[in-house]
């Protein structure tokens, strides 16, 4: 290859954008809590701004660089099972919308004993930023 060449390859090399990585996905933990249920509250999206976006990501990590999973609108019901350690993101639980499913249905309303571990039931779970939560129970 001549100098001139290598010279382009490298400038074009140079010029393409550098693509961030998303951080790993981390999964919603459940239980832990001895005498509590496993997810021990219950939330809602707050009301969001007229001329926003209109909905509040999931992410499947607490970042907001995270992959997004789902979009959710205001007042979705939510089980709020775990917070992040800043405290700026909760992992939440919820079921889908059209499926037949409430929170109740999520198998997580009842005490759970030992450690921690990843939700794995029928209902969807991911991040959402902890400003765009209130809670409603628990």
């Known amino acids: ?12 090399t ?5 693509r961030a ?6 999964p919603v933990l459940v239980g832990g809590y001895s ?7 219950m939330g809602a999206i707050i009301p969001l ?11 499947a990590a607490p970042n907001r660089k995270a992959r997004e999973l789902d979009r959710l609108t205001s007042g979705r019901e939510l089980l709020l099972c775990q917070e992040s350690e800043d405290g ?3 992992g939440v639980i919820y079921p ?4 037949g499913v409430g929170p109740g249905d999520c198998g997580v309303s ?4 030992g450690p921690p571990r990843p939700y794995d039931g029928v209902c969807l779970s991911g991040w959402v930023a902890r400003r765009y939560v209130v809670v409603t129970a628990g």
């Open 35 to 41: 005498e509590l249920d496993a997810c021990p509250s």
């Open 21 to 26: 990585e998303a951080p790993a996905a981390r």
């Open 96 to 99: 889908e919308p059209f499926g």
């Open 110 to 113: 009842q005490s759970s004993n």
């Open 1 to 12: 290859m001549t100098r001139s060449a290598l010279l382009a390859f490298a400038a074009l």
């Open 88 to 90: 700026a993101w909760v």
């Open 14 to 18: 140079l010029a393409l954008p550098v």
């Open 49 to 59: 701004r007229k001329g926003g976006d209109g909905y509040v990501a999931v992410r």
